[in-house]
Structures are given as C-alpha cells and as structure tokens.
Antibody, heavy 119, light 106 residues
Framework: EVQLVESGGGLVQPGGSLRLSCAAS????????MSWVRQAPGKGLEWVAN????????YYVDSVKGRFTISRDNAKNSLYLQMNSLRAEDTAVYYC????????????WGQGTLVTVSS | EIVLTQSPATLSLSPGERATLSCRAS??????LAWYQQKPGQAPRLLIY???NRATGIPARFSGSGSGTDFTLTISSLEPEDFAVYYC????????FGQGTKLEIK
C-alpha cells in the first residue's frame, strides 16, 4: 500500500525557517517524480515545487523561488522541503504528492502538515 | 503561467441529478488535464487524467471530456458521497490548479 506521511509543520515567526519531511513507503520511491502542494486555510490547491527521480531537475512556483528548496534522499525514501524567509502568506497545509508514472499528475497524497507563519 | 478558470464556483444539485463542471485554460493544454475531488479534511483524490481517462478505482459515473482550452467533468447521477470540491489541473513542469467548484446538496 502506497503511503506518504508528512511531518515538520508547526508555528513559526515571519522570517523564520522550517523543514518539512515526507516519508514514502509501499512503492519504489526512486522511480517517481515528487511534489509539494499546499492549501491555505479555506482556499484552493497550489503546487509549490517538484523534483525528478534522481534530483537532477527541480521546479518551483514563482512565489517561493529563492526561499524554498526541494530535495530527496532515495536511500531513505524521503522527500524534503526547506522553507526559509517564511511569510504569512505561506501559511497552509502542505501535502507531499507522488506523480503518476508518465506525467505530472498526482495519484497519491499524504495527509498534509500544517505550517502557520505568525508572530 | 497557464491559468485555469473553473465554473461555476458553486453548483447546487440533488442526488440522482447530472452534474456538469467546466474548466477553461488560458492557453491550449492539449489533452493534458486532470480532475480531482476533495472532501473536507481530506487530501485530494485523482479522478480523471489526460482529460478523459478515469483513474484506478474511480466509478464509471465520472467522465471527462474536452481538449485545447475547454474541458468538462460530468457526474452522470450524483451519489451522496459525490458532494465535494472539484479541481482541474494542467500538467507541465509548473502544474497549476483551477480555483475549484464546490458541489453542494440542494
């Protein structure tokens, strides 16, 4: 059974940093693109970043470029999101999502971890 | 950036009725469009990919159509569990989602 379990969320002050983790199991992690997708309270879905199977390609939504870094450790079946210079508008539930085998759709999602940026 | 616009924002229907949800792209995405369902407190679920292909385990009452810039998700006969928020998404190295359509019980 495919499982994605996020951790690392919490309350952080504006300008602070946080590192999210996603532990994957039930599939060959190193064979899939992975993404982080977020959802602000009461709002829609926003893709944040994705990373190729071997980490050689990474893409970001403009609003997080230069502040967030996506990475992965295939030996540990884990995905990460390092978030720096956090802003109030980064407050959201952050989901880890697996891409479908062929293209950039998302077929499995974690339960999400809440990040709150507030003083 | 490809902008996806969904309509209507809210759709009020009764169980057994047919639901038609729309998604319009700001430029052609060919057939590279997906639909997701999200219920309160849950992660989204992939329903349709490549505009018209049902994902694994998705009931046949869900169907998708369209290409280019105009797409439709149809639920042929609404079941109580279908009332949720639906999002469309285009696939590229920079995926984007529509703002969602809330399907509520009338």
């Amino acid at each position: 059974e495919v499982q994605l379990v996020e951790s690392g969320g919490g309350l952080v002050q504006p300008g602070g940093s946080l590192r999210l983790s996603c532990a994957a199991s039930g599939f060959t992690f190193s064979s899939y693109w992975m993404s982080w997708v977020r959802q602000a309270p009461g709002k829609g879905l926003e893709w944040v970043a994705n990373i190729k199977q071997d980490g050689s390609e990474k893409y970001y939504v403009d609003s997080v470029k230069g502040r967030f870094t996506i990475s992965r450790d295939n030996a540990k079946n884990s995905l990460y999101l390092q978030m720096n210079s956090l802003r109030a508008e980064d407050t959201a539930v952050y989901y880890c999502a697996r891409h479908t085998k062929s293209v950039h759709y998302f077929d499995y999602w974690g339960q999400g971890t809440l990040v709150t940026v507030s003083s | 950036e490809i902008v996806l616009t969904q309509s209507p924002a809210t759709l009020s229907l009764s169980p057994g009725e047919r639901a038609t949800l729309s998604c319009r792209a700001s430029q052609s995405v060919s057939s590279y469009l997906a639909w997701y369902q999200q219920k309160p407190g849950q992660a989204p679920r992939l329903l349709i990919y490549d505009a018209s292909n049902r994902a694994t385990g998705i009931p046949a009452r869900f169907s998708g159509s369209g290409s280019g810039t105009d797409f439709t998700l149809t639920i042929s006969s609404l079941e109580p569990e279908d009332f949720a928020v639906y999002y469309c998404q285009q696939r590229s190295n920079w995926p984007t989602f529509g703002q969602g359509t809330k399907l509520e019980i009338k």
